[in-house]
């Protein structure tokens, strides 16, 4: 059974950090790409950021270029997204995602982050809270 568990969420001040994980289970991590999302009451769900790690690299939407960092631990089989300098409009329920293909492409995963509907498996979110 594919999960994908995340962590890390909580209530932080503006200009604060948070970092989330994402627990992968059921499936060969290194044949997926994984990326975080996220959705703010009354809008449609974003792509964040996205990394293989088999093709290796990562890649952020430009609202969080500079300030979050996603990597990857293959031994724990985890994703993480360092999120610093956070923002009011950073508040959103989070959610990690799963598409099987691993391609070390700019395009690729800019496509990825811009059609949710294209995602394999989602987990079931974590709340972030920017309060300013």
């Known amino acids: 059974e594919v999960q994908l568990v995340e962590s890390g969420g909580g209530l932080v001040q503006a200009g604060g950090s948070l970092r989330l994980s994402c627990a992968a289970s059921?499936?060969?991590?290194?044949?997926?790409?994984i990326g975080w999302f996220r959705q703010a009451p009354g809008k449609e769900r974003e792509g964040v950021s996205c990394?293989?790690?088999?093709?290796?690299?990562?890649y952020y939407a430009d609202s969080v270029k500079g300030r979050f960092t996603i990597s990857s631990d293959n031994v724990k089989n985890t994703v993480y997204l360092q999120m610093n300098s956070l923002k009011p409009e950073d508040t959103a329920v989070y959610y990690c995602?799963?598409?099987?293909?691993?391609?070390?492409?700019?395009?690729?995963?800019?496509?990825?982050?811009?059609?949710?509907?294209?995602?394999?498996?989602w987990g079931q979110g974590t709340q972030v809270t920017v309060s300013s």
């Open positions: 059921g499936f060969t991590f290194d044949d997926f790409t």
């Open positions: 990394i293989s790690s088999r093709a290796g690299g990562g």
């Open positions: 995602a799963a598409k099987r293909g691993a391609y070390y492409s700019g395009s690729y995963y800019r496509t990825l982050l811009t059609h949710p509907s294209a995602i394999d498996y």
